[in-house]
Nanobody, 123 residues
Framework: QVQLVESGGGLVQAGGSLRLSCATS????????MGWFRQAPGKEREFVAV????????EYADSVKGRFTISRDNAKNTMYLQMNSLKPDDTAVYYC????????????????WGQGTQVTVSS
């Protein structure tokens, strides 16, 4: 069983930056593909970014490419999402997720989810 706990969300002005963290429990963090999804009010959960087990393979949604960076520190069992040049459209609850398999952009293919952290970008 993997437990995921997100932190780092908050209120920021457009153009600002935030760094989200996802701390995990359990000894097998390095065996999991780790991803970030987000969900805005009234919208479906959408893919943001994913990093492979070793972190060498990353993939981003077109809407965040060039602005967000996913990374992971397997020694600390922690994943990060650096978010720069934030826009009001980035406002959502951000979820950390893990799966025992390759990278995927489909939320139903992920096995474990955190409780989410709110990111609000004001204009």
């Amino acid at each position: 069983q993997v437990q995921l706990v997100e932190s780092g969300g908050g209120l920021v002005q457009a153009g600002g930056s935030l760094r989200l963290s996802c701390a995990t429990s359990g000894p097998s963090f390095r065996f999991y593909t780790m991803g970030w999804f987000r969900q805005a009010p009234g919208k479906e959960r959408e893919f943001v970014a994913v990093a492979s087990q070793g972190g060498r393979i990353t993939e981003y949604a077109d809407s965040v490419k060039g602005r967000f960076t996913i990374s992971r520190d397997n020694a600390k069992n922690t994943m990060y999402l650096q978010m720069n040049s934030l826009k009001p459209d980035d406002t959502a609850v951000y979820y950390c997720t893990a799966r025992a398999g390759g990278t995927s952009t489909r939320p139903y293919e992920y096995d474990y989810w955190g409780q989410g952290t709110q990111v609000t970008v004001s204009s």
